[in-house]
């Protein structure tokens, strides 16, 4: 049976007294790609949050790939490839050292693919700290792929 690869049901955030999101109800199709776009306060930032398991909805249920993003956190964590706005990396390690984390957390993953995918294969192995933002940026995307999700979020 086929299903959504990101799935929102009646979703609200309510922070206080601020609705962030209001009943949303969102079903994109494996092999989508997707733009958010919105002022600022729009809901964006939180909806993503709570796709990548941070943030609960007030209401309503959030899946990844069929699996309840908060029933069922670490199965619905090994489906999803997440690059956040602010990019953080370990200074001290290099890229290669930082997938190799990544990939124990995650259980498993191709890193040498992770490096092709992102051509950070000849730099793999200096440190992060000599990196420039953009190559930080492609670090965290390696990171998110390392794994091989089926879905992948990009903010």
Known sequence: MSHPAIRFENVRKVFGKVVAVDHIDISIEPGSF?????????GKS???????????PTEGRVFVDGVDVHAHPLEARKRLGAV???VAVYPYLTAR??????AEVRGGGDIERALELTGLGEDADRLLREYSQGMRRKTALAAALVGSPPVLVLD
């Open 34 to 42: 997707v733009g958010i776009i919105g002022h600022n306060g729009a």
């Open 46 to 56: 939180t909806s993503l949050r709570m796709l990548m398991g941070l943030v609960r």
């Open 84 to 86: 956040p706005e602010e």
């Open 97 to 102: 050292e930082f997938l190799e984390f990544v």
